[in-house]
């Protein structure tokens, strides 16, 4: 018997860890474990929770009409798996390799009390294209790189060199257990995982995926930034919690041109996956750059849309009232946030992590990263977003703040840009003032 652990693969096509278990011959018993300190209530209640238990209640919906079985628990995993690894005799639990400092500590943890058990834990790549180390060997680097485009270029050789298309191995192929009742019932989940509501959500991800590929993939190079038009893929929720292979998504841009700007945004997602995995100072940032609050008025205001800049409060009430928002304005936001407003990263980057549907703590980290000018290849600190500016030339007739604050409808494409009389700052002001703070900070790191 194999334990195999879903975690952020919340599917049945092209799992490397179906492949490695059929090759293997063995039954398997496949566990889902909401695990506490990642699924509190209150986080499935924001859009990120929603959202991830929407993709469970999914896939147990899949795995139901392979008829295989999905057994859902409540409780720690490192606690969970060895007992059920036990009583089910198992010879060996399997996962997919996931990197961020909890995910690291909890597998660790994991791995220790297995090794007592004498059962050996697997893990296998699944999240990025290029698995890091792999690649790092490839590369034949000391160092981890740090800078995006000699990244890229190495990154776009070895995907050419070494893609393989999305496995054929289905769930059917597998001989599923049902997990020992006194587990099921001494782990029960306390939240109700409801199946989605209709047929057509069961093919969301790969309807969102062929309707992206089919009707825009070909302008996203042009549109991508005019975030009024919903030129992007809308994919990432999908592929951060796994419902969609990242192997699916890159080769259905494989049988088209190349895309090359669609190509650079999967390959900025491995490249953050890639420093997370090798990098110990990915996740440690804010250790060393001390910045504090100026006034946490600014920032409640900054959380609620209600900073009287009219981009700003638009973004922010998308966000808040359905967990999404464009990339140009996630990368305007929080340049607002660290620089105008002088606040450390970490508050946007948890409020993000619980608001957005698609939050992953990677991809999140390393665009707050990027946009405090702190991390690896992030934006000059002296080269400051205005917000004013950037929505003039994303949008320039305002369509995306009459969409989202419609008291500000009335108002002339000319003005709707404009900071309102109650703006809570000065945008040149405080763009000066971030300019002399960050250049300081910097300089002493
Ligand atoms: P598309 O433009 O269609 O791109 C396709 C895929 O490429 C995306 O789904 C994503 O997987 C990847 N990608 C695109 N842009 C980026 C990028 N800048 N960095 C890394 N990967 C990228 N993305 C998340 O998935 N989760 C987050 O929590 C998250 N937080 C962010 C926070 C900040 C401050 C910033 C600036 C960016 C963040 N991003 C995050 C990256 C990016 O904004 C989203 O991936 C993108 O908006 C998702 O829309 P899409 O799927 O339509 O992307």
Redesign the pocket.
């Given at each position: 018997m194999i334990v195999f652990v879903h975690r952020k693969d919340l599917r049945i096509a092209d799992m490397p860890a179906f492949t490695y278990i059929s090759r293997k011959g063995s039954k398997s018993l496949h566990l889902f474990v909401l695990d506490p300190v990642i699924l509190s209530e209150r986080r499935t209640e924001a859009a990120s929770g929603r959202h991830f238990m929407a993709m469970l209640a999914r896939l147990q919906e899949l795995y139901r009409r392979e008829g295989a079985k999905l057994n859902v628990v409540y409780g720690a995993p490192e606690e969970i798996i060895p007992q059920a690894a036990l009583l089910h005799e198992a010879c060996e639990v399997v996962v997919h390799r996931d990197d961020t400092p909890y995910a690291r500590q909890r597998d660790g943890k994991l791995e220790k009390t297995l090794w007592r058990l004498g059962i050996p834990l697997t893990v296998l790549s699944d999240q990025p294209l290029a698995e890091p180390d792999e690649f790092h060997r490839y590369a034949g680097r000391q160092t981890p790189y740090k800078v995006f485009t000699p990244y890229y270029r190495k990154w776009s050789e070895f995907v050419r060199d070494t893609f393989q298309p999305p496995s054929a191995v289905s769930l059917r192929q597998l001989t599923t257990a049902s997990l020992h009742e006194s587990l099921a019932d001494a782990y029960r989940s306390p939240f109700r995982i409801e199946p989605l509501p209709n047929e057509e959500s069961m093919t969301e991800p790969e309807r969102a995926l062929g309707a992206?590929v089919g009707s825009k993939l070909s302008d996203?190079a042009d549109r991508?930034d005019w975030y009024a038009t919903d030129a992007?893929?809308?994919?990432?929720?999908y592929?951060?919690t796994g419902a969609i292979s990242i192997r699916t998504?890159y080769e259905s841009m494989l049988e088209g041109e190349t895309y090359e700007a669609?190509r650079r945004?999967?390959a900025?997602?491995d490249?953050?996956l890639y420093q997370s995995a090798l990098d110990p100072l990915f996740f440690r940032y804010e250790r060393h750059f001390d910045l504090s609050i100026l006034s946490d008025r600014h920032v409640d205001a900054w959380s609620r849309a209600e900073t009287g800049i009219p981009i700003i409060d638009a973004a922010m009430t998308q966000l808040n009232e359905t967990g999404r928002?464009?990339?140009r304005l996630?990368?305007v936001?929080?340049m607002f946030l660290t620089k105008n407003l002088l606040a450390p990263f970490p508050f946007?980057?948890s409020l993000?992590?619980h608001r957005?549907a698609?939050?992953?703590?990677v991809?999140?980290r390393?665009?707050?990263l990027?946009?405090a000018s702190l991390g690896f290849d992030a934006a000059p600190y002296f080269r400051i977003m205005n917000p004013e500016s950037q929505s003039r030339q994303w949008d320039p007739a305002g369509e995306y703040i009459r969409r989202w604050l419609p008291q500000l409808r009335a108002f002339s494409d000319r003005d709707i840009h404009r900071p309102l009389p109650h703006a809570i700052v000065d945008l040149k002001a405080s763009r000066a003032r971030a300019i002399d703070v960050y250049k300081q900070i910097l300089s002493s790191a």
């Amino acid at each position: 018997m194999i334990v195999f652990v879903h975690r952020k693969d919340l599917r049945i096509a092209d799992m490397p860890a179906f492949t490695y278990i059929s090759r293997k011959g063995s039954k398997s018993l496949h566990l889902f474990v909401l695990d506490p300190v990642i699924l509190s209530e209150r986080r499935t209640e924001a859009a990120s929770g929603r959202h991830f238990m929407a993709m469970l209640a999914r896939l147990q919906e899949l795995y139901r009409r392979e008829g295989a079985k999905l057994n859902v628990v409540y409780g720690a995993p490192e606690e969970i798996i060895p007992q059920a690894a036990l009583l089910h005799e198992a010879c060996e639990v399997v996962v997919h390799r996931d990197d961020t400092p909890y995910a690291r500590q909890r597998d660790g943890k994991l791995e220790k009390t297995l090794w007592r058990l004498g059962i050996p834990l697997t893990v296998l790549s699944d999240q990025p294209l290029a698995e890091p180390d792999e690649f790092h060997r490839y590369a034949g680097r000391q160092t981890p790189y740090k800078v995006f485009t000699p990244y890229y270029r190495k990154w776009s050789e070895f995907v050419r060199d070494t893609f393989q298309p999305p496995s054929a191995v289905s769930l059917r192929q597998l001989t599923t257990a049902s997990l020992h009742e006194s587990l099921a019932d001494a782990y029960r989940s306390p939240f109700r995982i409801e199946p989605l509501p209709n047929e057509e959500s069961m093919t969301e991800p790969e309807r969102a995926l062929g309707a992206f590929v089919g009707s825009k993939l070909s302008d996203y190079a042009d549109r991508r930034d005019w975030y009024a038009t919903d030129a992007t893929s809308g994919l990432s929720a999908y592929i951060n919690t796994g419902a969609i292979s990242i192997r699916t998504v890159y080769e259905s841009m494989l049988e088209g041109e190349t895309y090359e700007a669609w190509r650079r945004q999967l390959a900025w997602r491995d490249f953050y996956l890639y420093q997370s995995a090798l990098d110990p100072l990915f996740f440690r940032y804010e250790r060393h750059f001390d910045l504090s609050i100026l006034s946490d008025r600014h920032v409640d205001a900054w959380s609620r849309a209600e900073t009287g800049i009219p981009i700003i409060d638009a973004a922010m009430t998308q966000l808040n009232e359905t967990g999404r928002m464009p990339n140009r304005l996630r990368m305007v936001t929080a340049m607002f946030l660290t620089k105008n407003l002088l606040a450390p990263f970490p508050f946007g980057e948890s409020l993000f992590r619980h608001r957005l549907a698609d939050a992953d703590n990677v991809l999140n980290r390393g665009g707050w990263l990027w946009s405090a000018s702190l991390g690896f290849d992030a934006a000059p600190y002296f080269r400051i977003m205005n917000p004013e500016s950037q929505s003039r030339q994303w949008d320039p007739a305002g369509e995306y703040i009459r969409r989202w604050l419609p008291q500000l409808r009335a108002f002339s494409d000319r003005d709707i840009h404009r900071p309102l009389p109650h703006a809570i700052v000065d945008l040149k002001a405080s763009r000066a003032r971030a300019i002399d703070v960050y250049k300081q900070i910097l300089s002493s790191a």
